[in-house]
């Protein structure tokens, strides 16, 4: 029996609580099917002893017999406190030992630290040996000095990771003996940490790339790591220099940490760090790749593939359509990147096979442009998305009282307050901070969602992040379907809060209208006048407000009726009027021809209407469009949607800024009133006032 075992007994020992599956899970921070695995341990004991069995009820309730404390007879105080570390886990514990360590260890060492024989370290050696094998490293043996590593070092620290990983990643989890003991020689010193975890998120900010909560304390590990080994004087061995955008955010981390850590540093462990830089994800980060646009135009075919296959439209989500396209850009690139090992990944996808049928079913617009086969993790990260945009759909109009426990300050409480009011009908009735969550009875609230785990919380709780990720959405959801099925919850009709969110989502498209060249700085100026008075700050991406689709296609940015004598020149004509404007300089043209010459003529986004584009960074000067109706339709080279009668010019200058628009566009074209009314209308004023007419009605105002 094991310790996590144990502690469930005990949790289950208190006959008067409500005890969950999914509350058991996020206690001690395994999947619902590893408890249901306990769960079976356990009831082996029962029968075998004549108790009445645990049963599951509806909603992953556990009911217990009123024999079930007899189980503590049969539990030895030994169980609680003496914990016999398993084979594989004395394995782990000495690899972790022999790797960390720059000198030979003897096996009467490792024995010691295993509290075991030297005996049993030798009948475990050929498993240690190959376990660390596994990680391309070779455990040398010389008879008067031991044991120790040889490989490269990027091996070395790599393995390492891998041990860490399950011993760090889940801090505020329980953690087994084995875990907490090879941590000791992996972690580093509290005081380093600290210091590494502030330059880290100092950079992020800095270099406006913001790391997933798995990715940062990834990172954090390494870090940690390669400190420790820089202090034993162990350095990453020579890299072949390449090129990447991570560059110089991994020279001004290392900066940094070798002054306030006080090691030396090397171009090879800048080299090393920028490579993992670019490999990990990213919630959000300001690119300088050419591909940003071009990845928003296939991430909205592949939604628009999904939806039809699955036949459930999720293309209104506009969470869904941004969230998607910023995972993608860690798709698209020659090296795929490394994903965490996460229970609730896996339990997804083996509750949602159909979702993950239906994702592999759609690929290949995803695989062609990236040049690749997409390996088993990128697809499992894809179908989160799928999978988190579907129950967001499902829970919009769920009615629950919530409310939020975090651990991070009022700041922190906000922004997810205003992540979880964006995604689900919740009425978020208080904020408190996870101290006070032992004094909430369930007349408060429905249940509690919180920043960490609420060990003596009376009512049912969720842990999610603060950012509030697509496995958090799932968590949320499966949270909501518990309480859905264990009892009759009151289906309320809350009155709508005014927010600072709301009312600047009110007055934007007035202001744009109303005076369109000054917009944006007018917008500026009420968007800090409106969040002071709610006592908000100003997030720095608040700043960047998202014109509508009409706010760009104005009168004077459309043109009907012009003759071209292929797509080229359609594509040279629909730029001219952004061009003799300043939007674009002469060359973002040619690599806008270029672009389609290369790609192909995924730019068409339906039929008989394209939308070409360049990179960032190409000659673009300022956001824009215009839009031009043919006189006569010419072939792009797509059979489905040739031939274009309306080539939409778009100029982009970062991530975000058209996004509003671009989104809107799309799911504009799906209504064919819409193209036929563009097709009849006579001039450019009436042609103007139908997008704007359409636009009202597709987006959700």
Same mark, same amino acid.
């Given at each position: 029996m094991n310790k996590r075992t144990v502690s469930i007994i005990n949790e289950l020992n208190q006959l008067d609580r409500l005890v969950q599956i999914s509350n058991l899970a996020e206690q001690f921070q395994v999947s619902q099917r590893t408890i249901r695995n306990d769960l079976n341990a356990i009831?082996?004991?029962?029968?075998?002893?004549? /108790?009445?069995?645990?049963?599951?009820?509806?909603?992953?309730?556990?009911?217990?017999?009123?024999?079930?404390?007899?189980? !503590?007879?049969?539990?030895?105080?030994?169980?609680?406190?003496?914990?016999? /570390?398993?084979k594989e886990e004395r394995r782990t514990i000495a690899a972790a030992m022999l790797i960390s360590s720059s000198e030979y260890i003897t096996l009467s060492t490792i024995a010691d630290s295993l509290f075991v024989s030297r005996a049993t370290v030798i009948n475990d050696l050929d498993d240690i040996k190959a376990f660390i094998r596994s990680g391309n490293l070779e455990v040398l043996s010389h008879p008067n000095k031991g044991l120790r590593v040889e490989g490269r070092e990027s091996d070395k620290r790599l393995?390492?990771?891998?041990?860490?990983?399950?011993?760090?990643?889940?801090?505020?989890?329980?953690?087994?003996?084995?875990?907490?003991?090879?941590?000791?020689?992996?972690?580093?010193?509290?005081?380093?940490?600290?210091?590494?975890?502030?330059?880290?998120?100092?950079?992020?900010?800095?270099?406006?790339?913001?790391?997933?909560?798995?990715?940062?304390?990834?990172?954090? !590990?390494?870090?940690?790591?390669?400190?420790?080994?820089?202090?034993?004087?162990?350095? $990453?061995?020579?890299?072949? @220099?390449?090129?990447?955008?991570?560059?110089? $955010?991994?020279?001004?981390?290392? @900066?940094?940490?070798?002054?306030?850590?006080?090691?030396?540093?090397?171009?090879?462990?800048?080299?090393? !760090?920028?490579?993992?830089?670019?490999?990990?994800?990213?919630? @959000?980060?300001?690119?300088?790749?050419?591909?940003?646009?071009?990845?928003?135009?296939?991430?909205?075919?592949f939604i628009e593939n999904i939806s039809e296959e699955l036949e459930i439209n999720l293309n209104g989500d506009y969470d869904f359509f941004e969230n998607l396209s910023n995972h993608l850009e860690s798709v698209f690139t020659s090296i795929p990147a490394s994903y965490p090992v996460n229970p609730l990944v896996r339990e997804v996808l083996e509750d949602n096979q159909d979702v993950l049928e239906v994702v592999k079913n759609q690929l290949d617009i995803i695989c062609q442009h990236v040049g690749r086969q997409l390996t088993e993790d990128e697809i499992a990260y894809i179908t989160i998305h799928v999978c988190a945009a579907l129950e967001r759909k499902k829970n919009k109009e769920i009615a629950f009282h919530v409310i939020v426990a975090c651990h991070g300050g009022i700041g922190t409480s906000q922004l997810l307050m205003e992540r979880l009011k964006k995604h689900f009908n919740f009425q978020i009735v208080d904020i408190i901070s996870s101290h006070e969550a032992k004094n909430i009875s369930q007349e408060q609230a429905d249940f509690i969602i919180s920043t960490v785990p609420l060990p003596e919380c009376r009512i049912e709780y969720v842990?999610?992040?603060? $950012?509030?990720?697509?496995?958090?959405?799932?968590?949320?959801?499966?949270?909501?379907?518990?309480?859905?099925?264990?009892?009759? !919850?009151?289906?309320?009709?809350?009155?709508?809060?005014?927010?600072?969110?709301?009312?600047?989502?009110?007055?934007?498209?007035?202001?744009?209208?109303?005076?369109?060249?000054?917009?944006?700085?007018?917008?500026?100026?009420?968007?800090?006048?409106?969040? #002071?008075?709610?006592?908000?700050?100003?997030?720095?991406?608040?700043?960047?407000?998202?014109?509508?689709?009409?706010?760009?296609?104005?009168?004077?940015?459309?043109?009907?009726?012009?003759?071209?004598?292929?797509?080229?020149?359609?594509?040279?004509?629909?730029?001219? @009027?952004?061009?003799?404007?300043?939007?674009?300089?002469?060359?973002?043209?040619?690599? $806008?021809?270029?672009?389609?010459?290369?790609?192909?003529?995924?730019?068409?986004?339906?039929?008989?209407?394209?939308?070409?584009?360049?990179?960032?960074?190409? #000659?673009?000067?300022k956001v824009g469009m215009n839009l031009i109706r043919l006189k006569t339709p010419v072939p792009f080279g797509d059979e489905e949607n040739d031939p274009v009668e309306f080539v939409c010019c778009l100029s982009a200058v970062d991530h975000k800024t058209h996004l509003k628009a671009f989104f809107n566009l799309v799911n504009m074209l799906q209504n064919e009133e819409f193209k036929s009314r563009l097709r009849e209308c006579d001039t450019t004023l009436e042609a103007a006032h139908i997008i704007e007419e359409f636009e009202y009605k597709t987006a959700d105002y």
């Open positions: 009831n082996e004991i029962l029968r075998e002893n004549h /108790l009445g069995e645990l049963e599951l009820k509806s909603g992953g309730q556990i009911h217990r017999g009123e024999d079930f404390p007899q189980i !503590l007879n049969l539990v030895s105080d030994k169980d609680y406190y003496v914990y016999k /570390l398993s393995f390492l990771m891998g041990l860490g990983n399950a011993a760090d990643a889940a801090s505020a989890g329980v953690k087994t003996d084995s875990e907490n003991a090879a941590a000791k020689y992996i972690s580093v010193q509290a005081g380093n940490k600290i210091t590494i975890q502030k330059i880290l998120s100092e950079q992020e900010h800095l270099h406006k790339s913001f790391l997933t909560d798995d990715s940062f304390q990834k990172l954090l !590990l390494y870090l940690g790591i390669m400190v420790n080994r820089n202090l034993q004087g162990e350095y $990453m061995e020579i890299r072949k @220099k390449k090129d990447n955008t991570k560059y110089r $955010m991994a020279q001004d981390i290392l @900066k940094y940490i070798s002054q306030y850590c006080q090691i030396n540093t090397t171009e090879d462990e800048v080299q090393f !760090l920028s490579e993992m830089l670019v490999m990990a994800r990213y919630i @959000k980060q300001k690119s300088n790749e050419r591909e940003a646009v071009k990845i928003q135009l296939i991430t909205r075919q842990i999610v992040s603060p $950012m509030l990720n697509d496995e958090d959405y799932i968590r949320v959801g499966n949270k909501i379907d518990a309480l859905r099925n264990s009892r009759h !919850l009151p289906s309320r009709v809350e009155a709508k809060e005014l927010t600072a969110k709301g009312l600047l989502e009110q007055l934007a498209p007035v202001i744009y209208r109303m005076v369109p060249e000054d917009a944006t700085d007018v917008m500026k100026e009420i968007r800090k006048v409106v969040r #002071g008075y709610f006592k908000q700050s100003v997030e720095a991406d608040a700043e960047i407000f998202s014109p509508d689709l009409h706010h760009l296609l104005m009168e004077h940015h459309i043109q009907l009726e012009v003759e071209c004598t292929d797509w080229r020149d359609a594509v040279h004509r629909s730029a001219e @009027k952004l061009l003799e404007e300043g939007y674009i300089e002469e060359r973002y043209i040619d690599a $806008m021809i270029h672009n389609i010459e290369e790609n192909g003529p995924y730019v068409v986004l339906s039929k008989g209407f394209a939308v070409p584009h360049e990179g960032l960074e190409q #000659g673009s000067v």
